[in-house]
């Protein structure tokens, strides 16, 4: 066991809500398990730079953490981090490159903070999501296409179709 609980040889994933005003972190086992978590922000990357915003994060990471004394880096197996200013995918790759760069975890995805919510407790692969906030922002994940297999009955202009 480590410092702060992490079964030896179980995989953690450093999960991250960085907002405009505020900074949430959890670190979770595989299972689930919540290990530690902490607050900070605001995460500004487009007003402060990339390696600012990402300060900020350290700041939220080192309060969860420092609980149980900081381990050493890696933090985790896997960190998914959506932030708020990851709007193009030149911006969530510099933030990436960043995230890799502090050494967090070996594995990162970045994604804007508005996707957060939709991988939250779907019971599907799609969804949408109005986040409204500083920066007011729709999202959504259209459902899988469906295969030839498989008509896709219960949509209107297919179901029409296909009558």
């Known amino acids: 066991m480590s410092d702060i609980g992490t079964p030896a040889g179980g995989r953690t994933v450093l999960a991250v809500d960085a907002g405009n005003s505020k900074i949430d972190v959890a670190l979770v086992t595989e299972e689930g398990r919540v290990l530690a978590r902490g607050r900070g922000g605001p995460f500004q990357p487009q007003s402060a730079g990339v390696a600012a915003a990402v300060d900020a994060l350290d700041e939220a990471v080192r309060r969860a953490l420092g609980e149980h004394g900081p381990p050493s880096r890696p933090y985790a197996d896997h960190v998914a ?3 708020a200013g ?26 804007n903070d508005t996707f957060a919510l939709l991988r939250a407790g779907a019971s599907g692969p799609w969804g949408s999501r109005w986040c409204a906030g500083p920066g007011s922002t729709p999202s959504a994940s259209p459902p899988p296409a469906p295969s030839p297999a498989s008509p896709p009955w219960g949509r209107s202009a297919a179901t029409g179709a296909a009558a």
């Open 81 to 83: 981090a959506y932030c």
């Open 86 to 111: 990851a709007d193009l995918p030149v911006e969530e790759e510099a933030l990436r490159r960043e995230l890799l760069a502090r050494g967090y975890a070996p594995g990162v995805v970045v994604g």
